[in-house]
């Protein structure tokens, strides 16, 4: 892939700032084992080209002053109205070093419960995960297409899978699962005919 070129930052007013990101550039910072924490900025369209090539938590390289480092996203900030990226932390690493971070769980296709009338109830979005950087995924998958009302899906199921992960959670933590709609009791049906009468 293409190497994500920085540039050293030293001016910190908030009018340089402004500019920077007027310009199509964000501030960043990158730190690791063999870096001091230096301030950087990059071109926000290589970053966006660059996350969407290797996804999330993938390693890119970065160059700064002519020195290559492999590099993960560690943090960012955006924007709370427009997510537009304001800020982010890159942490140098080397393939082998092991990584804490989160990995987002998406559910993927419509179960057969969904389709008798039940409804997927998810209860983590998001896992905490150590892993080599280069075992880290991008996000959690998981298929629900076969899920009758019933059932779901533990951590532990998830720990199966990607065994290069260690899952810090208790294994019978339910991440999902297809449930019962609650029916109705008569006295919620005779509460919702008062209210339309009314």
């Known amino acids: 892939m293409n190497t994500l070129v920085a540039q050293e930052r030293n001016n910190f ?4 700032l ?5 310009d199509g550039g964000v501030p960043a ?9 230096k301030s950087i900025s990059i071109n926000k369209s290589d970053l966006l080209r660059a996350l969407k090539e290797v996804g999330r938590n993938g390693i890119f390289p970065l160059d700064l002053n002519g020195k290559v480092k492999n590099v993960i996203l560690r943090d960012y900030q955006n924007d709370s109205v427009t ?3 304001l800020h982010v932390d890159f942490l140098q690493v080397e393939k082998d070093t092991e990584i804490d971070t ?5 559910l993927t296709g419509t179960s057969i419960g969904e389709k008798s009338g039940g409804i997927v109830k998810q209860f983590l979005h998001e896992l905490d995960v150590t892993a080599k950087a280069k075992d880290l995924p991008d996000e959690i998958q998981i298929d629900i297409t076969d899920f009758e009302i019933g059932r779901g ?3 532990v199921d998830i720990k199966k899978e990607y065994s290069n992960c260690t899952i810090k959670h208790e294994d ?4 999902a699962m297809v449930d019962y709609v609650k029916a109705q009791t008569s006295e919620e049906e005779e509460a919702e005919g008062e209210a339309v009468g009314v």
């Not at 007013?13 to 340089?16: D, E, F, I, L, V």
């Not at 402004?18 to 007027?22: F, I, Q």
């Not at 910072?29 to 924490?37: H, R």
């Not at 019978?172 to 991440?175: D, F, I, K």
């Open 18 to 22: 402004k500019k920077l990101r007027n």
């Open 13 to 16: 007013k908030r009018s340089a």
């Open 83 to 85: 997510r537009e990226i």
């Open 29 to 37: 910072v990158v730190y690791g084992s063999d870096i001091n924490t």
């Open 153 to 155: 899906v533990k951590v």
């Open 102 to 106: 989160k990995v987002s769980v998406v």
């Open 172 to 175: 019978q933590e339910t991440v």
